[in-house]
Structures are given as structure tokens and as C-alpha cells.
């Protein structure tokens, strides 16, 4: 498996070092989310420079036809990500038809927004019996991407095992993870959770050979809004960045072995030249916070290896005498 360093954090990436662009060609590529917006945008930024995409998307019109434009370097594959099912049928199919049968970067894109309806936020009669909420934004956002992770980590330890393979796992996230969203209840939680999942899993990420980084876009132009409503949000205040800012962000990331447990953010042009660069928000230099890390990190120092077991733990076994 690919070897790397323990997370240790030694900075913010260098985002002026632009993407080694070469080292794309041939690698199989996952795209959830794939066939619209910024997931469309990174499918098309990578197939040109050689990679086989697989697009997965509930949009099967747009998705077939942005596959048939990058042939032969794409497929789409339809999927919903909340399905376990097709998640493992859009896994198999990636690795099947990739140049090398392997599975190299997945790209877990695919989400809601409240647009969709969030039904944590209406009120219901107090005289009334409270209705029971549909976490539709939870279960896709943040319950599909889970589903995604745990199968890439499955796959990316059966492909092929040489020097020039890597095991890159990217979370579009977004900038709600660090800000408070009024009235995205579900949206900021889910994008909050997977943020929490980036910054777990890099610290055992390396025993398994696998880079996972967190993308949190700004506010993208995107077809799906209406020009009254992108001209209302620019008179309160937003900048829009392009979605193809997303997918030289995401580039950056896959092309760097060097990147793993880093949240970079797709912003403006005023704010950063590339259109990106690093929080730097997910790591703590001094005071309570950085003590009780890395007492934590002390505490829970399970191993990311076959036969793990909770029965295994120190905690596991006082549960048992208890």
C-alpha cells in the first residue's frame, strides 16, 4: 500500500504550487454527484488530463450525456447515495472498466441543500402531535457520504498494489462548517459532521495507505439558481467563485501526496489568486484544546488493521467485567 507519515501538522498547504496535472492520466477517478455543477466541473477537469471518471448521479439525462462528451475517458453510472447498493454497483463498475482495475480517487460530492425542504425548521401547532421530521438532507449529506467512505477504504485496498497508485478519499463539504448558517439545520449539521469525519479518520488514515482532505466551497455559481435569486444574494453582500475553481481544488488535492487531514476552502478571486487555500482551522498550536488532543490521542490508540475488535480495547474489555 502506499506508505505515509503519521498526521502531524507542519502548516498550511502551499496552494501557489499549482497541480502536477501528468500524474492524472490513467487513475480511476469517482465523482458522486457527478453529473451537474461542481461535480460535473471536477469530471471534466480530470478526464482531460486522463483519467477515467466515473460519474455517479440520480441524473441520468445530463449524466449519460456529460459521460458520452468525455468518452473515452468516462462513464456514468446511476446511483443514489443513500443506497448501500448502489453505491457497491458504482464501485464495481469503476474498477471494471478503469485502464488498471483499480480505484484510486473518490471524490464524495454528492449532496443536498435545504432547498430540498428541512423539516427540523418548520413549527408545528403546540396543540397539535409534533410530526416526526425527515432528515432527507442527514441521510444524503452525511449518512451516503459515510456509506461512500467505508466502501472506498474497502477498495482501495484491493487495487493494485505498485508505487504509482494512490488511495485519495476528497469531502465536498462546506464553508457552513466553520459559520453559523440560520435556518440550515440540516445542511450545517451534515457538513459539520463530515468535517468531524476528515479530522478522525487522518489520524489512522496512514495505517491504511489513505489521504483524506475536506473541500469547503464558497458560495459557487451554479445554473440551478435563478438570476433574481443570484442577483439578490450578490445586493446582501456574496462574491460567487466558478465551479471550476472546485475542480482545481480538488485537483490540488489529488495530485499531492503530500496533503492528507487538511481542509482547504474554494473562495473568491479577491480573496486568494488560485481560488483556494487552507483553513487552517483544524489544528490547535497552544492552551486546553491542544493538551486535551493529545491526551486524547493518547487515550484511544486503536490500531486501523484487520481483526480489530471492540472486545479488543481496554475499553471494551472493562464493559465486559462490568
Known amino acids: 500500500m502506499p506508505q505515509l507519515p503519521r498526521y502531524e501538522y507542519t502548516g498550511p498547504v502551499d496552494c501557489s504550487v499549482?497541480?502536477?496535472?501528468?500524474?492524472?492520466?490513467?487513475?480511476?477517478v469517482i465523482i458522486t454527484g457527478g453529473a451537474n455543477g461542481m461535480g460535473e466541473a471536477t469530471a471534466r477537469a480530470f478526464a482531460a488530463e486522463g483519467a477515467f471518471v466515473t460519474i455517479a448521479d440520480l441524473d441520468e439525462i445530463r449524466g449519460n450525456e456529460v459521460a458520452a462528451e468525455?468518452?473515452?475517458?468516462?462513464?456514468f453510472v446511476k446511483c443514489n447515495i443513500t443506497s448501500w447498493e448502489d453505491q457497491v454497483a458504482m464501485f464495481e463498475a469503476a474498477i471494471a472498466n478503469s485502464p488498471h482495475k483499480s480505484c484510486d480517487i473518490v471524490i464524495a460530492n454528492a449532496g443536498i441543500s435545504r432547498a430540498s425542504g428541512d423539516d427540523l425548521w418548520p413549527l408545528d401547532d403546540p396543540n397539535e402531535a409534533p410530526v416526526k421530521p425527515k432528515l432527507n438532507i442527514v441521510n444524503v449529506n452525511l449518512i451516503g457520504?459515510?456509506?461512500?467512505?467505508?466502501?472506498?477504504?474497502?477498495?482501495?485496498?484491493?487495487?493494485?498494489?505498485?508505487?504509482?497508485?494512490?488511495?485519495?478519499?476528497?469531502?465536498?463539504?462546506?464553508?457552513?462548517?466553520?459559520?453559523?448558517?440560520?435556518?440550515?439545520?440540516?445542511?450545517?449539521?451534515?457538513?459539520?459532521g463530515l468535517r468531524g469525519l476528515m479530522r478522525t479518520a487522518r489520524r489512522n488514515s496512514h495505517e491504511q495507505g489513505i489521504r483524506i482532505n475536506y473541500v469547503a466551497p464558497c458560495y459557487i455559481k451554479s445554473a440551478i439558481r435563478s438570476a433574481a435569486y443570484e442577483a439578490e444574494l450578490i445586493s446582501k453582500g456574496v462574491e460567487f467563485a466558478p465551479p471550476e475553481d472546485v475542480a482545481m481544488c480538488m485537483m490540488k488535492l489529488a495530485t499531492d501526496r503530500t496533503i492528507n487531514g487538511h481542509s482547504l476552502m474554494v473562495t473568491p478571486r479577491t480573496v486568494a489568486k488560485e481560488g483556494f487555500k487552507d483553513v487552517d482551522m483544524d489544528d490547535h498550536a497552544d492552551g486546553y484544546f491542544k493538551r486535551n488532543q493529545e491526551v486524547q490521542l493518547n487515550i484511544i490508540g486503536d490500531k486501523w488493521e484487520p481483526g480489530w475488535s471492540k472486545a479488543r480495547t481496554l475499553e471494551g474489555a472493562n464493559l465486559r467485567k462490568a
Open 70 to 75: 468525455l468518452s473515452p475517458n468516462a462513464q
Open 18 to 28: 499549482p497541480p502536477d496535472r501528468k500524474v492524472l492520466k490513467d487513475k480511476s
Open 145 to 192: 457520504t459515510m456509506y461512500t467512505w467505508k466502501l472506498a477504504v474497502h477498495y482501495f485496498r484491493k487495487q493494485p498494489d505498485t508505487d504509482d497508485r494512490d488511495r485519495c478519499f476528497i469531502i465536498t463539504g462546506s464553508l457552513v462548517a466553520w459559520i453559523d448558517s440560520p435556518a440550515n439545520w440540516q445542511y450545517t449539521s451534515s457538513k459539520y
